[in-house]
Every structure is written in C-alpha cells, then in structure tokens.
C-alpha cells in the first residue's frame, strides 16, 4: 500500500484524545490490537489534522499497542454530511428509481456521528432501521462555485476516504411530511465512521479511488458488496455537481452512495402507499411499516453489524466496524 497512510483518533491510557498513525494492520473489530505511533499535534479537528500532515509540521512519538475498541471516529464532529443517493445501479434498481437522470444529494447531521465500535442505538419511535454501507471522500480544501475538479488535479479537493454506515429509519425518512429524510438519517449514533482515515499519496489518489471495495454483513450474513468502479456518478462529477449549488469545507465528508441489499426494496406497492397518502402522514407511515415488514427483518437489539472497505488492486483491509444494535431508554 505505497504511500497511504492510515491514520487513527483515539483515547490513550489517560482517556486523552490522541491521533496517531497505524503501522500495521488496520483492524476489523474492537478486540483487534493495533500498533500507533502517536502525534506530537494541536489539531483539534480533522481538517486541522490533515493540513498539518500536509505541511509535515507533525512529530511523531514512540508508538504504542492499544486494543482497537478504545479508537474513536477520525472524523470530527464539525464535518458537514453530504450524501449521495441511489449511487449504485442496483440500490437505483431495487428503489424503483434507476431511470432517473440526476444526481441525488441530501445531507445528515453531523451528530449522527459515531465510533467504529459503538452502539448503534435505535430510537423509541422507529421499527424499520437499516444501514447502508458507504465509504466517503474526505475534503482537503474548500470547495467552492468556482472551483473546478478534474482526475488530474482530485487531489488538490480530495484528502482521502473514510469507511461509513448511513444508518437510516425507513418508517421515519418515507413518514415524514412530504418525504423529508434529513431526520431518518441523522439520529445520534446513525453514523459510524472509521476506524481509519486513509490518505493516499496525492499522485495514486485517482486510481485508489477507483479500487476500493465494500461490504457489510448483519450476525455473519452477508447483505451488501460493490466496487467504487461500479458508481453511477464518480467523484470528480459529483464534486462539480456540489460545487455549483453549495460550498464544502476541508474535513467535510461526501458519502458516495451505498450498494444494493438493504433490508427492504421500494416495492410498487409502497410507490403507489407514498404517492396515494402523500398527504396524510399517519395513514402513510402506518402503510410504510406494513408493507415494509413483509421482507426481512430491519435490525432489532441485539443483531451485530460489521462493515469492512479494502483497496481491492492491492488486496488489502483499510479497516472495518463492528455495531451493536441497542434500544433506546429515552423517550421523544
């Protein structure tokens, strides 16, 4: 893996905030060890880490073995969350959506950020809770309306990639008033993020994003796989497309989309539920979870949601999470 690095946040022995940088294997699940050489640095922010890396101000200190469970998201909670939708053929298919002609983009609260390790924890008022594996694009400077991205000069906008889950409560983004799906995405924990921040060498930037790889299984079954080479919409296109209607910011994060294998498919059934009740919220949602629930069982308390992402030219692991599903004791 010339020329990437894998960098980490995590808690040391004094439960301080610490980044470092793997010089072994990234690791899979909370009990992995892992080997870091911490950083001798003031940043408090990804986008703080990432420019001092980049102006090699960064002192490195002895490394240390620590258990990966004490590892935290590399991404701060000051990114913003731009996502993409329907970025996969076969997710555009089994959402009855694959003859659409546009780029879609929504975006996710940043509080919905979590660790690789943690709890997913599924609010009172949802029943139909999904994940969507996804790896995202790590800005490395502003992007603007007249910033212009090209395969030649990706590497002046695009830092890296980070492995997501976009979590989402189908019953709440389809029972929203007229289909509104930023609180289906944005609950707190609905993003695990990490365990690694890879930066690639700016010159092997464009062809790592070209070769990685997704999957994500639920208690050991496998539900979703795709390859970055298979996206509808890649990254330079999309960067353009943001960048004419909003700004980003260095350390903000573009999901780029999740693969086919959710839990339940937008059936014509639930096409014709969301278009007849368009207007009638409660009859909608009661009619969303009914018809929803004749698949697959959404994840309840208890299931186990790993997730991995590899750089498939070299046939390596950049890492993987680990998520419990928890109930919440809270009431909205």
């Known amino acids: 893996m010339s020329g990437t690095r894998l960098i980490v946040r995590f808690l040391d022995e004094r439960r301080d905030t610490r980044w470092g940088e ?30 001092a890396l980049d102006r090699s101000v960064i002192k490195s200190l002895d490394h240390v073995g620590i258990e990966a469970s004490r590892l935290l998201s590399p991404i701060t909670d000051d990114a913003a969350l731009v996502c993409q939708g329907l970025n996969y053929a076969e997710h555009a298919n089994e959402a009855s959506h694959g003859d659409r002609k546009s780029n879609l983009i929504f975006y996710k609260a940043s509080s919905s950020i979590c660790g690789p390790y943690d709890d997913i924890v599924r609010p009172p008022v949802v029943e139909l809770l999904d994940y969507e594996v996804e790896f995202a694009l790590v800005l490395r400077a502003s992007l603007v309306g007249s910033s212009r991205v090209s395969e030649e000069n990706i590497s002046d906008f695009v830092a890296g990639v980070v492995l997501c889950n976009d979590v989402s409560a189908r019953d709440v983004q389809f029972g929203e008033s007229l289909i509104q799906w930023f609180r289906g995405k944005s609950y707190r924990t609905f993003c695990p993020t990490g365990p690694v921040l890879c930066l690639p060498s700016r010159r092997e930037l464009g062809s790592f994003l070209r070769h990685l790889e997704i999957r994500l299984s639920v208690n050991g079954d496998l539900r979703q796989k795709a390859s970055s080479s298979h996206l509808i919409w890649k990254p330079v296109e999309t960067l ?15 999901l780029t989309g999740t693969p086919g294998g959710v839990t339940a498919p937008v059936t014509p059934e639930l096409v014709n539920i969301i278009k007849t009740h368009l207007f009638s919220d409660a009859v909608r949602l009661k009619a969303v979870r009914t018809e929803m629930t004749k698949g697959r069982p959404f994840l309840q308390p208890g299931d186990v949601v790993t997730t991995n992402f590899s750089d498939a030219s070299q046939n390596i692991l950049l890492g993987g999470q680990q998520n419990r599903i928890a109930a919440s004791s809270e009431r909205e």
């Open 22 to 51: 793997l010089t072994g294997r990234a690791p899979a699940s909370p009990d992995d060890l892992v080997e870091v050489v911490p950083f001798d640095t003031t940043a408090s922010t990804t986008a703080e880490l990432i420019s």
């Open 240 to 254: 353009n497309y943001v960048r004419s209607f909003m700004n980003m910011k260095p350390g903000d994060l573009l």
